[in-house]
């Protein structure tokens, strides 16, 4: 028996991320380390802005291999990253070390139908949900940026970690549609 929460045709990605806190990934190239925490905001936006365009490409519907997100799955869930990560970032800045709840993202995608989503309407979502992720990075007062959160799974996150973090997986995202360099 198939779980319909599921895609058949992507495999879900159950994989421990966090290593890229303390390694360059070796398919993006982003080190997340060096990004300091007054340039998070700005990276939030520089790596959220190709968006719209990929979104506007004549193949942003379409898969590239049947197991493979298309761009535009791709940019539902970077929406959906920079709402998830606003929503951290506001909760460890307003709780003393929270825990956050579990996010699944590929059970996120089936329920969210992010294969059926307006191209259009995702890529102005993917702009806004980036001002909001940028616009509370931008605020952050300089002596809460060691604040910490901890992951369903036990990680623990300082408000800078979690922007790191954060930010690898837009630029990965990007260099899986083609856009590199960011």
Known sequence: MTNPAVDPDITPDDKDWTWTLRER????????????????????TASTDPWP??????????????????????ACHVRDVCRLFEQRLRLVL????????????D???????????DPAVVAREVVEAAA???????????????????RSDGSVFTVLTLG????HDLVHHLWDVGVRGR
Do not use: I, K
């Open 25 to 44: 990934c070796p398919d993006c190239g982003f080190v997340a380390a060096s990004v300091p925490a007054h340039d998070v905001a700005t990276r939030v």
């Open 53 to 74: 365009g990929v979104l506007a490409r004549a193949d942003a519907t379409a898969r590239p291999r049947p197991s493979t997100w298309s761009p535009l799955e791709y």
């Open 94 to 105: 307003a709780e003393d070390e929270p825990t956050f709840a579990n996010w699944d993202q």
């Open 107 to 117: 059970e996120t995608a089936v329920a969210a139908r992010y294969r059926e989503q």
């Open 132 to 150: 909001g992720l940028a616009g509370a990075y931008a605020a952050v007062p300089d002596d809460a940026w060691e604040r910490t959160g901890t």
């Open 164 to 167: 790191q973090y954060g930010l």
